[in-house]
């Protein structure tokens, strides 16, 4: 694993201290013992002991180079920085206890409140995403304008979502489900899928979307809202999002309305 030479200090040591942390974990525990729960995170959901295991290193580089941090395990560590880390050191953990090798680690730089610098890591394959705010856009999504016969990954269906979920399934050629908003905002940014959403279920934290907001947006893609909400960096946990990320401001905007329904 390589992180590319450009990336700010802070990022890459944090991003190779997870990879370490993961990949001793995943030959070290048993899929029993990853799939422990310790409690409940800072984002009110269950943690996981592959969770704790991969981001502990990750805050003690953070105490190291003095910076404020929201995570989604750890909830605000505030040191009084003008420079806030928001990093889910171990997105699809779900997966990763499992042992399906589909989960990344992510983290972006916000200084005095916007977004300058974003990184993600697939944490089992040798695949790194950067991309720095305002850098020269290199186009290198699909480019897919129209929904029908879009390839389409979407978070699994909910009883909430199930009917919005299935429209967009009927109109598109493939949809998948891996289980890492993080990894699957990155394949649009590569060109390997159209879209990826959430079907409406308010399921995307900051931590979720702040990093691959620069990373999607450097490739030509957007990222937005299903009810057209504004990300924010407010440090807390319970602010909620339904990300859409598509290769084209066309393909977002139909997706967007195939999913509220609107003819």
Request: hydrophobic share 45%; aromatic share 6%.
């Amino acid at each position: 694993m390589k992180i590319p030479s450009g990336v700010s200090r802070v990022l890459a040591e944090s991003a190779e201290v997870a990879w370490s942390a993961y990949r001793d974990a995943m030959g070290r525990y048993s899929r029993e013992e990853r799939l422990a729960t310790s409690g409940i995170g800072g984002d009110g959901t269950p943690t996981y002991f592959l969770d704790e295991v991969v981001e502990r290193p990750v805050l003690e580089i953070f105490e190291t180079h003095g910076v404020n941090v929201l995570s989604e395990e750890i909830g605000w560590i505030d040191r009084g920085s003008s420079e806030t880390i928001v990093v889910d050191p171990l997105d699809g953990t779900a997966n990763a206890a499992a042992g399906v090798p589909l989960a990344c680690f992510c983290a972006a730089r916000v200084v005095d409140g916007v977004a300058v610098e974003g990184l993600a890591l697939w944490l089992d394959g040798n695949r790194v995403w950067w991309a720095k705010k305002d850098q020269h856009i290199v186009n290198t999504t699909t480019k897919r304008q129209t929904l029908n016969g879009a390839a389409v990954s979407m978070l699994r269906p909910r009883p909430e979502t199930f009917d919005a979920w299935c429209r967009v399934a009927r109109r598109i050629d493939r949809v998948r489900v891996l289980g890492s908003s993080v990894l699957e905002a990155c394949l649009v940014a590569d060109g390997a899928i159209d879209a990826f959403c959430d079907a409406g279920g308010d399921i995307h934290r900051i931590v979720d979307l702040a990093a691959v907001d620069l990373i999607v947006h450097a490739a030509g893609g957007v990222l937005i809202d299903l009810h057209g909400r504004p990300l924010t960096f407010e440090p807390d946990l319970s602010l909620r999002w339904s990300g859409i990320v598509a290769a084209t401001p066309q393909l977002a905007e139909e997706l967007q309305a195939e999913l509220l329904n609107i003819n």
